[in-house]
């Protein structure tokens, strides 16, 4: 059981700090931290399926920018809240997961990361195409947001969401099925695990919460278009940071998430150009030469439990 | 909406089945590794970038044929590809799949960006034989055939490598049973080594032959991959043969998909039909062992 002292507090007085820093800092600071609850939702998304069940998902900024642009619809055309239409953005997503994983998941091996990989295109392409409802290249612009704090509290919400949410799973019969896929998918089955709907589930779980971070963006941004919610590097963004930090485990995404985001607002916003190649370096070093993450490494000196 | 007749049909169908045997050749590089190593390697369509960017800078620079370019597009990237091999992929050869999965797409990355930050991110073209054969109203690209028709000859050496040399048969060897063959006294590192060198070289070659078709860039290789995948499934995994008919297949596909939709949703069609078929028919198209 974590102990009051080592765990309970620590956490409390992190979160109750969080929770009043918006009172007390400048936009920069708030500005900043809702961009690192944004990469811990994110990264902790793609930690669902990926890290869990070890089924690549290379195509996750899909799911961020079909919720951006259904929350941006509904904020636009219906005249929502941006409250409840961020959080709309989870159904289109899952949905939009249902139909790729039921087809790609049922079948073991490259198939599911491979049809990820086209994904963001294809979907791209649809917003595009569709101008009549998306404005085609140009985008949507939304209403000016003129207080950036409520938006503060619901990208940490969805953050804290996504956290509470792995530690359940990872706490749970589902997610000691979805590890036992992980670790031998055949092994799993044999043990009477329905692996096909498993994977689903996780699925749709991890492309659930993509969709509500893409919806408070949305609004948060001002402006929506094609090419700015639908990038590549958000995607190897959410990897790298889920590696670095620790795949398959309750904080590392957390940790990652953290870290790279001061690296990248201290050190890499200055070499714009060679930012993204820092980043494929970064995913072959971690993969070779720390597959589990700093927390992997940390077990290694610290006694930690099975599930942080 | 533009009436669309007869002629124009067999216009996209002969262009799709000339881009089509680009396709089949890239294929079977990617399937290739596939096969011998079990990894999905991500950055093969970096590998045909790469390829590409030979040509051009061969051409603008030296003003080499860029069909004759091929002759040292292929060995570079035979080396390039061996050198990642040995480097890196060697480690992750039994690893489970998502460790090969991301350090492939990482190397991807890497090279992809350092190519854009060595030769910036403009769109170049290597204008070389433009014009066209016209054959009872249909026009037949000069460039396009001429790439089809070394598409073609370079599958077919790679057929008779595998077939019926020492080394191509080691190779066929470990892609149907890696212990057994191990145990047959084939050095599988070595095999490892050359096959993935080989699949990088055919990228290469594949990646000479679009320069003369389509714009080169960093980034260009992104949706060679996707398109290889699909050519795979679309031919039955592991059967070469049925590849090739499954590139020529993609090439038809997209070309009418062009033509009766917008060129903006070729990639769609393509995706959809992906999904489609791993959803009814994962076996393949054209029934493939499973």
């Keep these: 059981m974590p102990s009051l002292a080592k765990v309970v507090l ?148 969805t953050a804290l969401a996504v956290v509470v949410t792995t530690y359940l799973i990872i706490n749970s019969r589902f997610g000691l099925r979805l590890i036992s896929i992980r670790e031998d998918e055949i092994a799993a089955e044999t043990m009477g695990i329905d692996t096909a709907r498993m994977k689903l589930y996780a699925f749709l779980i991890s492309a659930a919460f993509p969709g509500i971070v893409g919806g408070f963006y949305a609004w948060y941004a001002s402006h929506i278009e094609p090419m700015g919610v639908f990038p590549l590097i958000t995607t190897i963004t959410m990897i790298i940071m889920c590696l670095f930090g620790g795949a398959g485990t309750v904080l590392g995404p957390v940790i990652g998430a953290t870290l790279l985001s001061i690296m990248q607002e201290l050190v890499w916003a200055r070499f714009l150009f060679v930012h993204q190649a820092i980043f494929g370096a970064l995913i072959i070093g971690v993969v070779l030469l720390m597959p589990r993450g700093i927390l992997g490494v940390a077990r290694q000196y610290f006694r930690l439990p099975r599930t942080v | 909406m533009v009436h669309i007749t007869g002629t124009m049909v067999l216009q996209v169908v002969v262009s799709g089945l000339l881009v089509g045997g680009l396709y089949a050749l890239v294929a079977l590089g990617l399937s290739l590794v596939f096969g011998v190593m079990r990894v999905i390697n991500i950055a093969h369509g970096t590998f045909l970038m790469l390829g590409a960017y030979v040509t051009y800078w061969l051409f603008a620079l030296a003003g080499l044929n860029p069909f004759l370019s091929i002759l040292i597009s292929v060995p570079v990237l035979f080396v390039v590809g061996a050198l990642i091999q040995r480097l890196f992929v060697f480690r992750v050869v039994n690893a489970p799949e998502l460790s090969s999965l991301l350090l492939t797409f990482g190397i991807s990355i890497l090279l992809a960006n350092l190519a854009m930050l060595a030769w910036t991110s403009d769109y170049r073209s290597v204008e070389f034989l433009t014009g066209s054969f016209i054959v009872k109203n249909i026009a037949i690209s000069k460039p396009r055939s001429i790439a089809f028709a070394l598409a073609l000859a370079i599958t077919a050496i790679a057929f008779l490598f595998l077939h019926r040399t020492k080394i191509g048969k080691a190779i066929r060897a470990t892609s149907q049973n890696r212990e057994v063959a191990e145990v047959c006294g084939i050095n599988v590192r070595r095999i490892d080594l050359i096959t993935f060198g080989l699949g990088a070289a055919l990228a290469g070659a594949g990646g000479s032959l679009v320069s003369v078709m389509f714009a080169v860039y960093p980034e260009m290789g992104q949706v060679y991959v996707f398109k290889s995948f699909l050519v795979i499934v679309l031919g039955g995994a592991g059967n070469y043969p049925g590849a090739f008919f499954g590139g020529l297949l993609l090439g038809v596909i997209e070309g009418l998909s062009s033509l009766f939709l917008t060129a903006q949703l070729t990639e769609v069609v393509s995706y959809v039909l992906l999904v489609a078929l791993l959803l009814l028919r994962p076996q393949g198209l054209l029934g493939g062992r499973t």
């Design chain 1, 10 to 157: 620590p956490t409390g007085i992190l979160m109750a700090a969080l929770a009043v820093l918006p009172m007390f800092s400048s936009g920069y600071h708030v500005s900043f931290t809702i961009q690192v609850f944004m990469w811990i939702a994110l990264a902790g998304s793609w930690n669902i399926i990926s890290g869990l069940t070890g089924y690549v998902s290379f195509g996750h900024v899909a799911f961020f920018g079909v919720g951006a642009y259904t929350s941006a619809l509904l904020i636009t055309k219906a005249g929502w809240h941006w409250l409840p239409a961020g959080l709309a953005g989870c159904g289109p997503a899952a949905l939009l997961a249902l139909l790729i994983g039921y087809p790609c998941l049922r079948l073991k091996g490259p198939y599911f990361a491979i049809a990820m990989l086209g994904l963001n295109e294809v979907v791209r392409a649809l917003v595009s195409y569709f101008e009549g409802l998306t404005g085609g290249g140009s985008g949507i612009s939304l209403p000016p947001i003129n207080a950036t704090v409520p938006v503060y509290y619901a990208m940490g919400a």
